[in-house]
């Protein structure tokens, strides 16, 4: 299951998220992980999460992501829920390779039956269909 947090600048998406990890970590059977652009989250989520920079590892597409994203799996069955901060800035803002990146996590985390929740700086009106079905 996938959750997509879509908001413009300033309007409570990264709160929703740290949130969302927290509860997360409360409830959780099993490892949380976040993937941020840059290392701006350390102190606003508990130890128990780990924190990924996706700077520090060069992702900068959609497949690079999916990679890593695969890569975190194989490494750790028992990851349970992944946040994704800052999806296009992590990516890009290619709306169509975007729409199938989502698509893609959304297949991903119900195979490994996985939560993965991401937030986009976006205008939610001008979301595309493929995107409003998880927001």
């Known amino acids: 299951m996938i959750h ?3 908001g413009l600048k300033g309007s409570g998406k990264t709160k929703k998220l740290i949130e969302s990890i927290n509860e997360a970590v409360a409830s959780a059977h099993g490892d949380v992980v976040c993937i941020e652009y840059g290392k701006k989250l350390t102190y ?9 920079d996706s700077k520090e590892y060069g992702i900068s597409s959609p497949e690079m992501l999916k990679g890593f994203l695969s890569g975190l799996h194989a490494g750790n069955f028992d990851i349970t829920n992944v946040f994704i901060d ?10 169509a390779a975007n729409e199938a990146f989502v698509e893609w996590v959304a297949k991903f985390a119900q195979e490994n039956n996985m ?9 939610p009106e001008n979301a595309s269909d493929a995107l409003k079905k998880y927001l």
């Open 44 to 52: 606003d989520v508990t130890y128990k999460v780990r924190l990924v």
């Open 115 to 123: 939560e993965i929740t991401m937030t986009i700086s976006a205008d």
């Open 86 to 95: 800052n999806l296009y800035k992590t990516i890009g803002q290619d709306q």
């Open 4 to 6: 997509v947090i879509m």
